[in-house]
């Protein structure tokens, strides 16, 4: 299965948390057999900082510190066309 043609569909809901959280984001991936939703991306920003995005992740304490653990492995092409979705998002929201 090609990268290129999976569709990739963002409902994304800014919200007011604790920062640096900025917004929550379904992605749906759109394959010609059916489509996955991932659920709870996150858009993150600190004040005059650009926006970074993250897939689903689990937050886990390791030898006292916490850390992150990933929920879902996609290609590496695949997981920069859903960042740069989501962030396209987010800042067209912001912009409204």
Do not use: H
Not at 3 to 14: C, H, N, P, Q
């Amino acid at each position: 299965m090609s990268d290129w043609k999976t569709e990739v569909k963002i409902d994304l809901s800014k919200i007011d948390a604790k920062p640096p959280l900025r917004a929550l984001a379904d992605v749906t991936l759109r394959f010609t057999e059916g489509e996955v939703t991932l659920r709870r991306c996150a858009v993150f920003q600190k004040a005059g900082e650009p926006a970074w995005a993250t897939l689903p992740r689990l937050p886990i304490e390791k030898n006292g510190k916490k850390q992150f653990v990933p929920l879902i492995d996609i290609s590496r092409e695949l997981k920069k066309r859903v960042v740069n979705a989501l962030l396209a998002e987010y800042r067209r929201k912001s912009d409204e």
